[in-house]
């Protein structure tokens, strides 16, 4: 009894030694927070001149209250990155910029780095002026290989590309987007002669969509090959965002809520989220 006793406890033992501690499974929260990306990153529009970036209102390293970024939260579990929030982006690049953007990610030591391309990429004025799938995997792994080349610890952060699709679905028979998009020509590809129920119009929005899956199953396979690297699972393209969630100005991107939602959401499936 006494010899079957002692193999007992000796397998505890052994279990308890290999076990991860809980301290151990967390991730160490990061100290400064590098965001890459376009006009979305940017918070294009939400603040009070309309047309023109608003980088507090961005969903990954801004500061508004409302939004609640991913460096407010961060901020609010490590207090030793305050102040250290960097907005890289830039409004209208596409993925062909990420590696240019990591590089000053690189020269600011930022632990943390989220990556949001692809709306610029998938709204051009053709179809045929859309970036390729083989060009875009080459270039956000171009960006990737920048960063952990020059940053061999950083954790990078991918988002999915929204759902333009279901912006169209939002708001095409609402006169005011209707007028806005053909006015400033917004997401041609997508958005162009939105009331048409022509087969031509109906495949072309299908078309688009399509390339917008691939893309995100790029963003996905090639983040992947990478330890450094989290994505978000299409968190991003599966958010039910609602007309609220968009700016009522050009009827595209995100209003402040919007970007809320975003942080939110990616928030959730991030390195640090529940």
């Known amino acids: 009894m006494a010899r079957r006793l002692q193999i007992v406890l000796l397998a505890l033992v052994a279990l308890a030694l290999l076990a991860p501690k809980a301290a151990d499974a967390r991730i160490a929260y990061p ?8 006009s979305l990153t940017r918070a294009a529009g939400t603040g009070f001149l309309p047309w023109t970036d608003n980088p507090a209102g961005s969903w990954s390293t801004g500061t508004d209250a409302s939004v609640n970024s991913h460096y407010l939260r961060l ?15 830039r409004s209208g690049a596409k993925m062909g910029e990420l590696a240019a953007q990591m590089a000053t990610v690189v020269s600011q030591r930022a632990d943390y780095v989220t990556v949001e391309f692809g709306g610029n990429d998938v709204c051009a ?8 799938v083989s060009d875009y995997r080459a270039q956000f792994r171009a960006g990737l290989d920048r960063v952990t080349a020059g940053l061999p610890n950083v954790k990078v952060f991918v988002a999915s590309v929204p759902n333009i699709y279901h912006l169209w679905q939002l708001y095409h028979d609402d006169l005011f ?44 396979e090639v983040c992947a090959l990478y330890r450094q690297c989290l994505s978000d699972g299409n968190a991003a393209f ?33 390195y640090w989220g529940p």
């Not at 006015?183 to 109906?202: E, H, I, K, W, Y």
Request: with cysteine; net charge positive.
């Open 238 to 270: 599966d958010a039910n965002f609602t007309k609220d969630d968009v700016l009522h100005v050009d009827y595209f991107h995100p209003s402040l809520k919007g970007q809320a939602k975003f942080a939110a959401g990616t928030w959730a499936v991030s």
């Open 177 to 220: 987007a209707q007028v806005a998009w053909s006015t400033f020509g917004v997401c041609r590809t997508m958005l162009a002669n939105p009331t048409s129920t022509a087969q031509s119009d109906v495949d072309r929005r299908a078309r688009v969509l399509q390339r917008i899956v691939d893309d995100n199953a790029a963003l996905a």
């Open 31 to 38: 100290k400064s927070i590098a965001a890459t990306g376009n």
């Open 125 to 132: 004025s053709t179809e045929t002026a859309m970036t390729s």
């Open 75 to 89: 901020l609010a579990l490590n207090p030793k990155i305050r102040g250290k929030n960097y907005n890289d982006a």
